[in-house]
């Protein structure tokens, strides 16, 4: 989740980057806690699951939300 706002910190993304690294960031933290209080095959599941939600969100919002490089 820290390091998932570095490219805003060093100018790199914009705030909609920003604001959907902390959400998309936070959904996961909360998914793998729930699952890290009892783990069971179900849980597993769903960690795996917004892993594979998480990861091409986070791209694509880092794709749309990129900062120019000045000329």
Do not use: K
């Amino acid at each position: 989740l820290l390091l998932s706002v570095v490219p805003t910190l060093l100018g790199l993304t914009g705030l909609v980057y920003l604001v959907g690294a902390v959400v998309l960031g936070g959904a996961m933290l909360a998914s793998a806690l729930a699952s890290a209080q009892e783990m069971t095959a179900v849980r597993a599941r769903r960690v795996f699951r917004a892993s594979l939600l998480y990861q091409p969100l986070l791209l694509l919002l880092l794709f749309l939300d990129t900062v120019p490089a000045p000329l």
